[in-house]
């Protein structure tokens, strides 16, 4: 079975610009999780979907990030604009359902370096 | 909110010696707890996890057990191998309003021949 699918794996940009994340989660998953990892720090979750449904963004900077998840299916995070603490990787993770008990298969994350 | 505590690395150990790396948690009511593995270049997976007190989760020569009179889910194997070296991180989840898994900073772990 394929794992999840992130791309691109590295991105350099500087601060102000914008930048988009895309995930693939494993097929028939139904819930999707955007993560933020800053070095040396555990993943914090900025994003849950349900399907194409928000299940909790609480965590997510909304002056500046957005998600989506057109038809349940792939996923987009959007940072615009830029700051220099975005620096972190933001890892995709998926799950076959929502719960506590579930396992997440993570993807291999992006690197995103703001200058 | 929740929060999960987990020793300082780097724990470097030599082949064969004996892993002991804590995890403490705060938490409302009962939550779920996890193992997660980093190796060099991959992505986060599943080690082990357990689902309610007093439940062991096992994987690959690794324990933890669920104690929540010492709110603990601390990872152990009894033989290290050099494939060991990695990244580990506890979390934890629950259900019940928003569900928000919580992650503990990471514990590198290295393991000399």
């Known amino acids: 079975e394929a794992g999840v699918a992130q791309s691109p794996r590295y991105k350099i940009i500087e601060k102000r610009q914008s930048v988009a994340f895309w995930c693939n989660p494993i097929?028939?998953?139904?819930?999707l999780y955007w993560y933020q990892q800053i070095l040396g720090q555990g993943p914090k979750l900025l994003i849950q979907f349900q399907n194409n449904g928000v299940v909790d963004d609480s965590q997510l900077p909304k002056d500046r990030f957005s998600a989506e998840r057109l038809k349940g299916v792939d996923s987009t995070l959007k940072i615009q604009p830029a700051k220099l603490e975005d620096s972190a990787v933001y890892l995709c993770a998926s799950s076959s359902k929502a719960g506590s008990s579930y396992e997440q298969y993570f993807g291999p994350g992006t690197r995103l370096t703001v200058t | 909110g929740n929060s999960v505590t987990q020793m300082e690395g780097p724990v470097t150990l030599s082949e064969e010696a004996f892993l002991t790396i804590n995890c403490t948690y705060t938490a409302t009511g009962y939550p779920s707890l996890f193992w997660y593995v980093q190796y060099p270049g991959e992505g986060l997976q599943l080690l082990l996890k357990a689902t309610k007190a007093d439940d062991k989760g096992s994987n690959k020569g690794f324990e933890a057990t669920y104690r929540k009179e010492t709110t603990s889910f601390h990872l152990e194997k009894g033989s290290v191998q050099v494939s060991d070296s990695a990244v580990y991180f506890c979390a934890l989840s629950r259900l019940g309003g928003s569900y928000i898994p919580t992650f503990g900073r990471g514990t590198s772990l290295i393991v000399h021949p």
């Open positions: 097929s028939g998953h139904a819930t």
